[in-house]
């Protein structure tokens, strides 16, 4: 059974850092590309980015690009995702998901499966 657990969100001042991660079980994580999505308050899902399976090719919505960082550890089964320069806007549950291949193109149509969520909430 595919497991998707994220972790690592939190209340953060704007300008702040913080590391999420995404412990995978249930499939072989190394063969499939991963990403990251969020869903602010009241509003539709949001894709933030990806990555294919090796890690090497990653891929960063405009409102993200510059301020986070896509990474995996193929040993330990991990997804993260490093938030800089926090601003409210990035107020949102954040979610991990799996795609159907190896190799991503980028956004979330993709993605076969998704975890639970992280809620990440910027406010002063």
């Known amino acids: 059974k595919v497991q998707l657990v994220e972790s690592g969100g939190g209340l953060v001042q704007p300008g702040g850092s913080l590391r999420l991660s995404c412990a995978a079980s249930g499939f072989t994580f190394s063969n499939y590309a991963m990403g990251w999505a969020r869903r602010a308050p009241g509003k539709e899902l949001e894709w933030v980015s990806n990555?294919?399976?090796?890690?090497?090719?990653?891929y960063y919505a405009d409102s993200v690009k510059g301020r986070f960082t896509i990474s995996r550890d193929n040993t330990k089964n991990t997804l993260y995702l490093q938030l800089n320069s926090l601003k409210p806007e990035d107020t949102a549950m954040y979610y991990c998901?799996?795609?159907?291949?190896?190799?991503?193109?980028?956004?979330?149509?993709?993605?076969?499966?998704w975890g639970k969520g992280t809620l990440v909430t910027i406010s002063s």
């Open positions: 990555t294919n399976s090796a890690g090497g090719t990653t």
């Open positions: 998901g799996k795609e159907f291949g190896p190799y991503s193109k980028g956004g979330t149509n993709n993605m076969d499966y």
